[in-house]
Protein backbone atom coordinates (compact mmCIF):
# COMPACT_ATOMS: atom_id res chain seq x y z
CA UNK A 1 0.00 0.00 0.00
CA UNK A 2 1.44 2.84 -1.35
CA UNK A 3 0.98 7.10 0.07
CA UNK A 4 1.84 9.72 -1.19
CA UNK A 5 4.29 12.49 0.33
CA UNK A 6 1.08 14.58 2.04
CA UNK A 7 -0.57 11.67 2.80
CA UNK A 8 2.75 10.35 4.80
CA UNK A 9 3.10 13.56 6.29
CA UNK A 10 -0.30 13.13 7.38
CA UNK A 11 0.07 9.44 9.11
CA UNK A 12 3.35 11.06 10.62
CA UNK A 13 1.15 13.86 12.60
CA UNK A 14 -1.73 11.24 13.55
CA UNK A 15 -3.97 13.29 11.16
CA UNK A 16 -4.32 10.56 8.78
CA UNK A 17 -5.61 6.98 10.17
CA UNK A 18 -7.43 5.81 7.28
CA UNK A 19 -6.90 4.79 3.80
CA UNK A 20 -9.35 2.96 1.00
CA UNK A 21 -8.10 1.09 -1.76
CA UNK A 22 -9.46 -1.01 -4.43
CA UNK A 23 -8.39 -4.66 -4.21
CA UNK A 24 -9.13 -7.97 -5.10
CA UNK A 25 -7.71 -8.94 -2.40
CA UNK A 26 -5.99 -7.44 0.52
CA UNK A 27 -2.50 -6.73 0.64
CA UNK A 28 -2.62 -5.87 4.16
CA UNK A 29 -4.70 -7.47 7.33
CA UNK A 30 -5.60 -6.55 10.75
CA UNK A 31 -2.93 -7.17 13.42
CA UNK A 32 -0.26 -7.02 10.85
CA UNK A 33 2.42 -4.03 10.02
CA UNK A 34 3.27 -2.16 6.88
CA UNK A 35 6.40 -0.50 6.69
CA UNK A 36 6.22 3.20 5.02
CA UNK A 37 8.80 6.30 4.79
CA UNK A 38 7.52 7.81 8.07
CA UNK A 39 7.23 4.55 10.29
CA UNK A 40 5.88 1.42 10.63
CA UNK A 41 2.18 1.63 10.39
CA UNK A 42 -0.42 -1.15 12.66
CA UNK A 43 -3.18 -2.08 10.83
CA UNK A 44 -6.02 -1.90 13.19
CA UNK A 45 -8.58 -3.30 10.98
CA UNK A 46 -10.31 -3.77 7.56
CA UNK A 47 -13.29 -4.11 6.09
CA UNK A 48 -15.26 -4.07 2.75
CA UNK A 49 -17.47 -0.40 2.12
CA UNK A 50 -19.50 0.74 0.03
CA UNK A 51 -18.76 4.43 -1.72
CA UNK A 52 -21.81 5.63 -0.86
CA UNK A 53 -21.35 4.89 3.09
CA UNK A 54 -18.10 7.46 2.77
CA UNK A 55 -18.55 10.48 5.14
CA UNK A 56 -17.28 14.11 5.10
CA UNK A 57 -15.43 12.88 8.27
CA UNK A 58 -13.23 9.88 6.16
CA UNK A 59 -12.15 12.33 3.85
CA UNK A 60 -9.39 14.49 6.25
CA UNK A 61 -8.86 11.05 7.93
CA UNK A 62 -7.50 9.98 4.50
CA UNK A 63 -5.51 12.53 3.71
CA UNK A 64 -7.98 14.40 1.77
CA UNK A 65 -9.21 18.01 1.37
CA UNK A 66 -13.46 16.58 1.07
CA UNK A 67 -14.95 13.82 0.33
CA UNK A 68 -15.55 14.77 -3.49
CA UNK A 69 -11.64 14.70 -3.26
CA UNK A 70 -11.31 11.24 -1.49
CA UNK A 71 -14.60 10.12 -3.94
CA UNK A 72 -12.20 10.95 -7.31
CA UNK A 73 -8.97 9.59 -5.70
CA UNK A 74 -11.06 5.99 -5.35
CA UNK A 75 -12.49 6.54 -8.66
CA UNK A 76 -8.85 6.97 -9.97
CA UNK A 77 -8.21 3.83 -8.81
CA UNK A 78 -8.24 0.37 -10.46
CA UNK A 79 -11.14 -2.05 -10.47
CA UNK A 80 -11.80 -4.21 -7.03
CA UNK A 81 -13.97 -4.28 -3.67
CA UNK A 82 -13.52 -1.24 -1.54
CA UNK A 83 -11.53 -1.52 0.93
CA UNK A 84 -11.35 0.93 4.10
CA UNK A 85 -8.26 0.55 6.39
CA UNK A 86 -7.84 1.39 9.67
CA UNK A 87 -4.28 1.91 11.04
CA UNK A 88 -1.81 4.08 13.19
CA UNK A 89 1.77 4.89 13.39
CA UNK A 90 3.40 2.45 15.91
CA UNK A 91 6.77 3.69 15.29
CA UNK A 92 9.88 4.01 14.00
CA UNK A 93 11.19 1.71 10.99
CA UNK A 94 13.47 -0.62 12.28
CA UNK A 95 16.10 -0.65 9.46
CA UNK A 96 15.94 3.02 9.86
CA UNK A 97 17.33 2.33 13.56
CA UNK A 98 19.87 -0.31 12.06
CA UNK A 99 21.25 1.76 9.35
CA UNK A 100 23.30 4.04 12.01
CA UNK A 101 24.50 0.84 14.18
CA UNK A 102 27.96 1.19 13.32
CA UNK A 103 29.82 -0.79 15.83
CA UNK A 104 29.60 -4.91 15.23
CA UNK A 105 29.25 -6.88 18.33
CA UNK A 106 31.61 -10.21 18.15
CA UNK A 107 30.88 -12.43 15.31
CA UNK A 108 28.38 -9.74 13.77
CA UNK A 109 30.45 -8.71 10.69
CA UNK A 110 31.25 -12.76 9.92
CA UNK A 111 27.37 -13.13 10.53
CA UNK A 112 26.66 -10.35 7.91
CA UNK A 113 29.13 -12.03 5.46
CA UNK A 114 27.37 -15.38 6.24
CA UNK A 115 24.20 -13.95 5.24
CA UNK A 116 25.25 -12.30 2.15
CA UNK A 117 26.94 -15.22 1.02
CA UNK A 118 23.89 -16.61 1.57
CA UNK A 119 21.96 -14.03 -0.77
CA UNK A 120 24.20 -14.48 -3.59
CA UNK A 121 23.77 -18.65 -3.80
CA UNK A 122 25.24 -19.08 -6.92
CA UNK A 123 25.87 -16.10 -8.57
CA UNK A 124 27.75 -13.26 -5.89
CA UNK A 125 26.46 -10.25 -6.45
CA UNK A 126 26.08 -8.70 -2.79
CA UNK A 127 29.50 -7.25 -2.33
CA UNK A 128 29.71 -5.84 -5.66
CA UNK A 129 26.32 -3.95 -5.64
CA UNK A 130 27.04 -2.83 -2.02
CA UNK A 131 30.73 -1.05 -3.48
CA UNK A 132 28.79 0.30 -6.36
CA UNK A 133 26.31 1.81 -4.34
CA UNK A 134 28.85 2.90 -1.70
CA UNK A 135 31.08 4.49 -4.58
CA UNK A 136 28.47 7.02 -5.75
CA UNK A 137 25.34 8.27 -3.57
CA UNK A 138 22.19 8.07 -6.39
CA UNK A 139 23.14 4.95 -8.34
CA UNK A 140 20.23 3.60 -9.60
CA UNK A 141 18.73 -0.06 -9.75
CA UNK A 142 19.14 0.22 -13.87
CA UNK A 143 23.05 1.34 -13.43
CA UNK A 144 23.41 -1.47 -10.97
CA UNK A 145 22.23 -4.49 -12.95
CA UNK A 146 24.15 -3.50 -16.33
CA UNK A 147 27.17 -3.73 -14.50
CA UNK A 148 26.70 -7.15 -12.84
CA UNK A 149 24.81 -8.63 -15.49
CA UNK A 150 21.20 -8.63 -13.77
CA UNK A 151 17.65 -7.42 -15.01
CA UNK A 152 16.80 -4.37 -13.39
CA UNK A 153 13.33 -5.54 -11.41
CA UNK A 154 15.22 -8.73 -10.43
CA UNK A 155 17.81 -6.53 -8.87
CA UNK A 156 15.69 -4.51 -7.18
CA UNK A 157 14.19 -6.98 -5.03
CA UNK A 158 17.61 -8.26 -4.07
CA UNK A 159 18.95 -4.79 -3.39
CA UNK A 160 15.64 -5.03 -0.70
CA UNK A 161 17.14 -7.72 1.24
CA UNK A 162 20.59 -5.01 1.61
CA UNK A 163 17.96 -2.94 3.11
CA UNK A 164 16.70 -5.14 5.43
CA UNK A 165 20.15 -5.52 7.09
CA UNK A 166 20.50 -2.10 7.13
CA UNK A 167 22.99 -1.89 4.34
CA UNK A 168 21.58 0.28 2.05
CA UNK A 169 18.77 2.89 1.82
CA UNK A 170 16.75 4.30 -0.94
CA UNK A 171 16.63 7.50 -2.42
CA UNK A 172 14.39 9.33 -4.10
CA UNK A 173 15.50 8.53 -7.04
CA UNK A 174 18.33 5.57 -6.47
CA UNK A 175 20.63 3.92 -3.17
CA UNK A 176 23.20 5.31 -1.50
CA UNK A 177 25.01 3.28 1.35
CA UNK A 178 24.23 3.61 5.16
CA UNK A 179 26.63 4.53 7.89
CA UNK A 180 26.10 0.66 8.73
CA UNK A 181 26.81 -0.81 5.01
CA UNK A 182 29.92 1.79 4.81
CA UNK A 183 31.17 0.51 8.61
CA UNK A 184 30.63 -3.15 7.25
CA UNK A 185 32.77 -2.24 4.28
CA UNK A 186 35.59 -1.17 5.74
CA UNK A 187 35.73 -4.14 8.14
CA UNK A 188 36.12 -6.43 5.47
Same mark, same amino acid.
Given at each position: ???????????????????? !? =??????????? +? @?? #?????? &?? %?????????????????????????????????????????????????????????????????????? !? =??????????? +? @?? #?????? &?? %????????????????????????????????????????????????????
Amino acid at each position: MLFKNDVLAGIAKADVTLAF !R =RWQKPTVRAGG +T @LR #TAVGVL &AI %DAIAVVDMNDLTNEDAPRSGHSSLDALLADINGQRTGTLYRIAFHLEGADPRVVLRDITDFGPGECSELQ !R =RLTAFDGDIPW +T @LQ #TLRLIA &AR %DGITAGEIAASIGFEKAVLKQKIRKLKELGLTESLQSGYRISPRGRAFLAEI
